[in-house]
């Protein structure tokens, strides 16, 4: 058993404790109470869920297991000479909550470099769709076609006890995750770079061989690595965790929880928000003629647009209500590498004005940028310019926390999900209305 398997079997059963109390002794401790708005509503903000891999503080944004994004790029493990922790290093975070030594990012990163391997079948169901598929679409299905490696369905038709579901589960994960860097950008070369595919060099890091692959260089790597860990999770109740946790709480193996996973985050609600949010500031270049405007100047733009019953993309969000950290560590990366770049002049411009206009205007809970306000423009820099394939690099990222939220509800014993439905004349009924 590797170190860090051993070390997740010590965190699980030590946690299991905890939640088995929970449940009984504290089961009918109510947590809130759930409105009508909640119901038709999406359920939004309704605290039925549980993880401990991240939580979103609307004043603090995302921590990743207690951290802030901050602290997470400054703690981890680096790579020689890099800006940026490697992604071995934030998942052995989300994995066990402790912040990984340099032996032990390694570790993870030897174990990804020995699973890495792509079976043939894979590039052969990617090669078989016609060449208009959407990148997402491929993604999906080569991430399914793989259900057959699933160390979990063998072990659970063999009658494996339920105390170890989490154990095949994790090697599954480990399995997967080795493989989507090596997938997405197969996808990428395939379909937009006239099938010319480069080959994995197994000497890097998990956001630097993504990087090779892709055809990009640096600091392509270094952006792959910060793209992955600020995307990787974001609570469970986000349409693509929440896909995730729910297919794998009726065991289902991982390979069918994240295809669904995936297929939940190609929603244009979801994962398409970075893309909208650069063909806007596009839109808006060409609506000034490429010339970069002066504050004043983007002022009058903005009152425009509002005015006239239009929202800013990539401004707002369901639950902070301060700016999105995720894009200020991205803001710190432009600022060094994209100084001179002529989108990321307007993206900058805008941050300096927007958030005080929509505070004035007054509609919006929250006036500041969120992370999908300039992840699109930073991607347009280094030339990856094909939108479609933006929601494959977040749902490289995203794999990260699902699956460490799959193997953590598998360890602790987590049921399948089954909320209550009620029909709309009950509704009617609880809110006194009479028919």
């Known amino acids: ?3 860090i398997k051993q070390k997740l079997q010590e965190k699980i059963e030590g946690w299991r404790p905890r939640t088995t109390r929970l449940v009984k002794e504290y089961g009918d401790v109510k947590l809130g109470e759930v409105s009508i708005g909640q119901a038709i509503g999406g359920m939004r903000g309704v605290k039925c869920l549980v993880t401990d891999i991240s939580y979103l503080d609307p004043f603090e944004g995302i921590r990743f297991r207690g951290y802030t994004i901050p602290e997470v790029l400054e703690k981890l493990p680096k790579p020689a000479g890099a800006e940026y922790p490697t992604v071995e290093s934030f998942f052995y975070l989300l994995l066990t909550g402790d912040i990984p ?5 390694e570790e993870i990163g030897e174990e990804f470099k020995a699973r890495a391997k792509v079976p043939q079948y894979v590039f052969d169901v990617i090669n078989a769709m016609p060449p208009e598929a959407h990148p997402m679409v491929m993604f999906s299905a080569a991430i399914l076609s793989m259900e057959k490696e699933s160390i979990f369905a063998k072990k659970y038709k063999e009658g494996i006890s339920k105390m170890d579901y989490w154990d095949p589960t994790y090697e599954d994960a480990m399995n997967l995750l080795a493989k989507l860097p090596e997938i997405g950008a197969y996808i990428y070369r395939k379909k937009f770079k006239g099938g010319d595919i480069i080959a994995p060099d197994p000497s890097l890091d998990f956001g630097a061989n993504f990087a090779h692959m892709m055809g990009v260089p640096a600091p392509y790597d270094e952006l792959s690595r910060l793209y ?8 469970s109740g986000n349409v693509s965790a929440h896909t995730g946790h729910l297919v794998a709480s009726a065991l289902s193996d991982v390979y069918y929880a994240i295809s669904a996973m995936i297929d939940g985050l190609a929603g244009p609600l979801h994962g398409l928000a970075n893309e909208m949010v650069l063909r806007w500031i596009q839109g808006v270049m060409d609506k000034m003629g490429g010339k970069v405007p002066d504050e004043e100047e983007m002022k009058k733009f903005v009152w425009d647009t509002l005015n006239s019953g239009q929202v800013i993309p990539g401004y707002g969000h369901a639950v902070l209500r301060k700016t999105d950290p995720r894009y200020m560590a991205q803001r710190e990366f432009s600022l060094k590498h994209l100084a001179d770049d002529p989108i990321f002049a307007y993206v900058d411009i805008l941050y300096k004005v927007v958030p005080d ?3 004035e205007h007054g509609k919006a809970k929250n006036p500041w940028p969120n992370v999908d306000a300039q992840s699109g ?4 820099h280094y030339g990856v310019r094909e939108y479609d394939f933006y929601t ?3 749902g490289i990222g995203r794999s990260l926390g699902v699956l460490s939220n799959i193997i953590w509800d598998r360890g602790l014993g987590y049921p399948i999900e089954r909320p209550k439905s009620v029909t709309t004349d009950m509704l009617e009924e609880v809110a006194g209305i009479k028919k």
């Open 101 to 105: 030594t340099e032996k032990e990012a």
């Open 228 to 235: 992955f860990i600020l995307h990787s999770d974001h609570e």
């Open 377 to 380: 423009v930073i991607q347009w």
């Open 392 to 394: 494959v690099l977040f």
């Open 1 to 3: 058993m590797s170190a």
């Open 357 to 359: 206009i929509l505070r």
